[in-house]
């Protein structure tokens, strides 16, 4: 049993930055592929990136969005920058037991609560 919080949301203007930080519990925390997604009002749960040995972004946050891990400290974050009014979301990150970097969100076993991101224009 995996259990994720995240943290790190808030206000930001166009352009600023943003960093979330998501908590693991279990001391299995390095086998786990996790990733971010986020969700807006209206619209379904998107894929933002991934990290296991490699990181995977989608097109609309890559050279904005950073993902990294500290297995020590078993967390994940989400360092985002150039921020714009469409990354509004509350974003959630996920474990996945497959390891590896995974795409799909059926393919995570735990989620987060989420937190919200507002970016103002």
């Known amino acids: 049993q995996v259990q994720l919080v995240e943290s790190g949301g808030g206000l930001v203007q166009a352009g600023g930055s943003l960093r979330l930080s998501c908590a693991a519990s279990?001391?299995?925390?390095?086998?786990?592929?996790m990733g971010w997604f986020r969700q807006a009002p209206g619209k379904e749960r998107e894929f933002v990136g991934a990290?296991?040995?490699?990181?995977y972004y989608a097109d609309s946050v890559k050279g904005r969005f950073t993902i990294s891990r500290n297995n020590a400290k078993n967390t994940v974050y989400l360092q985002m920058n150039s921020l714009k009014p469409e990354d509004t979301a509350v974003y959630y990150c996920a474990a996945s037991a497959l390891g590896g970097t995974n795409l799909a969100a059926r393919e995570y076993d735990y989620w987060g609560q989420g937190t919200q991101v507002t970016v103002s224009s």
């Open positions: 279990g001391r299995t925390f390095s086998s786990y592929g």
């Open positions: 990290i296991n040995w490699r990181t």
